[in-house]
C-alpha cells in the first residue's frame, strides 16, 4: 500500500507545483508564435533577445523565407520598436546579444531597401495633400476644451505613414521639427515650410477682423468670433493650397487641405495609408464633407452672427486649376464680407457665398460637391475616411 505523505508535506508539495505552473505560463506568455510550416512542424520563437540566438546562430534550423519574415517583423513593419534605428546601433545592438552580424545585418540592409522602394511605388502620383499649423497659443475651442501645440503635436502623428506628397505651413519651430521626424522615413514626398505668416494673404485681414469682433453685441463663438487670428488661420487654407498648387512642388492633378486634427483617432495606428480622391467626383467642383441641409434663402448675416455652417472645412479637395481659380475668388468674398462688418470661419464664408444672395452679389463661378457623411464614424471626418485606402507593405 502506498505510503501517504504527511499534511505539511502534501501542502509544501503542491505549493511548489502551482509556482512551478504559473511561472511556465507566465513564460508562455512571454513567446509569440511564427506559423510557418517547415516540414510539417510550427516554428515557436522568443520575443526576448533569445530571439536572436534561436535565429542567427549558425546552427539555426530557419530557412531564409523564416528568416527575412521575422527580420521584417523586428526592423522593418511599422509595428516594431526596431524600425527606427540605424544599422550602426542594429550592429552595437546584436553585438550585445552575441550574434552573428554578417548574416543578419546585411539581411536588414537588404529588406529595407526592399521596403523603401515598396512605399515610394505606392504614394500618390495625383493627390498631394496641404495642411499647416500657425501657433495661436492655446485657445477655447467651443465646448470641446482648450487646444494647445502639445495637442496638435500629438494628432499630427496620424501623418506618419500616409503615402501623399505632403506639404505643411508653419510659423512654429517646435512643430515643424516635429515634422521633420513624423516624416522621416517619407522625406521624399514630404515639404515644410517654415515661414512668417504675415506673409500670407489671409493673416493681413487680422485687423478687419478684429475691428469686427471688437463691435459690440457682436456673437462670441469660441474661437471663431472671438480670435482674429484663429479666423484668419481658417480662411488661409486656401491661400496655401493655391500656392502648393502654383509652386508646382509636386505637381500632382489633385490638391487637397487636411486639418492637423482630421485623423486625431488614428495617433496609434501604424498602417501605410494613401489617399484617394473620391469616387463620383467632379473635377469642375470643390469636394466638402455636408454636415447640414443647405438653405438657400439663408441671409448671410446671420450665417455669420449665428455660426451657421453647411460643410465642414477640415477637408477639402479639388484639382489644381480649380482650387487656383476658386482661391482668388474666395479672398474677394472675404473682403466682401468684411465690408458688411461680418466675419467667422472659413465654414461661414463659404455657406454665405452659395446663398441666394451671396450668388447675387459675388457670382460663384464654381460650384459645390458636397459628400453626405454615412454611418457609422464621426460625421465631420466621413470625407477623408472616404478617401483613406490602407496598403499593405509586406
Known amino acids: 500500500m502506498a505510503k501517504r ?44 533577445e533569445d530571439l536572436f540566438h534561436r535565429l542567427i546562430r549558425g546552427n539555426s534550423s530557419l530557412n531564409s523565407t523564416i528568416l527575412d519574415k521575422v527580420i521584417s517583423r523586428l526592423f522593418i513593419s511599422p509595428q516594431s520598436t526596431f524600425s527606427s534605428i540605424s544599422t550602426t546601433d542594429i ?24 521596403h523603401q522602394k515598396l512605399i515610394r511605388n505606392s504614394v500618390s502620383k495625383n493627390f498631394t495633400l496641404v495642411t499647416a499649423y500657425w501657433d495661436l497659443g492655446t485657445f477655447r ?26 506639404v505643411i505651413y508653419t510659423d512654429s519651430l517646435e512643430f515643424r521639427n516635429h ?25 493681413q485681414r487680422v485687423g478687419k477682423i478684429k475691428e469686427i469682433y471688437e463691435q459690440p453685441n457682436y456673437p462670441k463663438h469660441y474661437p471663431n468670433t472671438v480670435n482674429p487670428a484663429y479666423a484668419a488661420a481658417q480662411n488661409a487654407k486656401y491661400n496655401v493650397m493655391a500656392e502648393t498648387y502654383r509652386h508646382g512642388l509636386f505637381n500632382t492633378t489633385y490638391y487637397g487641405w487636411i486639418d492637423v486634427g482630421y485623423f486625431r483617432d488614428l495617433v496609434n495606428a501604424k498602417d501605410f495609408y494613401v489617399m484617394v480622391v473620391p469616387p ?4 469642375t467642383r470643390l469636394a466638402f464633407n455636408r454636415m447640414n441641409s443647405y438653405v438657400e434663402t439663408s441671409d448671410p448675416i446671420k450665417v455669420f452672427r449665428d455660426n451657421m455652417y453647411w460643410v465642414g472645412g477640415g477637408m477639402v479637395i479639388g484639382e489644381g486649376k480649380v482650387i487656383d481659380e476658386f482661391e482668388r475668388f474666395y479672398q474677394r468674398a472675404v473682403d466682401f464680407f468684411l465690408d458688411l462688418k461680418v466675419m467667422n470661419s472659413d465654414q461661414q464664408v463659404i455657406y454665405s457665398i ?18 453626405l457623411p454615412k454611418p457609422p464614424g464621426n460625421a465631420w471626418f466621413y470625407l477623408g475616411f472616404l478617401c483613406r485606402n490602407v496598403i499593405k507593405i509586406i
Open 141 to 166: 475651442k467651443g465646448s470641446a476644451g482648450m487646444f494647445s501645440t502639445s495637442l496638435y503635436k500629438k494628432w499630427a502623428i496620424a501623418f506618419r505613414y500616409m503615402l501623399n506628397p505632403l
Open 5 to 48: 505523505l504527511p499534511y505539511k508535506t502534501g501542502f509544501f508539495v503542491c505549493i511548489v507545483l502551482v509556482l512551478l505552473l504559473m511561472f511556465k505560463i507566465y513564460k508562455d506568455g512571454d513567446r509569440f508564435e511564427l506559423q510557418k510550416i517547415v516540414g510539417g512542424s510550427e516554428v515557436y520563437l522568443y520575443n526576448n
Open 91 to 114: 550592429k552595437k545592438f546584436l553585438d550585445q546579444k552575441n550574434v552573428i552580424i554578417s548574416v543578419l545585418v546585411p539581411k536588414i540592409s537588404e529588406q529595407r531597401r526592399r
Open 354 to 371: 452659395y446663398t441666394k444672395k451671396g450668388r447675387q452679389a459675388l457670382k460663384p463661378e464654381i460650384e459645390i460637391q458636397p459628400y
Open 280 to 283: 463620383d467626383f467632379d473635377p
Open 179 to 203: 515634422m521633420e521626424t513624423i516624416r522621416e522615413n517619407l522625406s521624399f514626398c514630404t515639404k515644410i515650410v517654415y515661414m512668417n505668416r504675415t506673409n500670407i494673404g489671409a493673416f
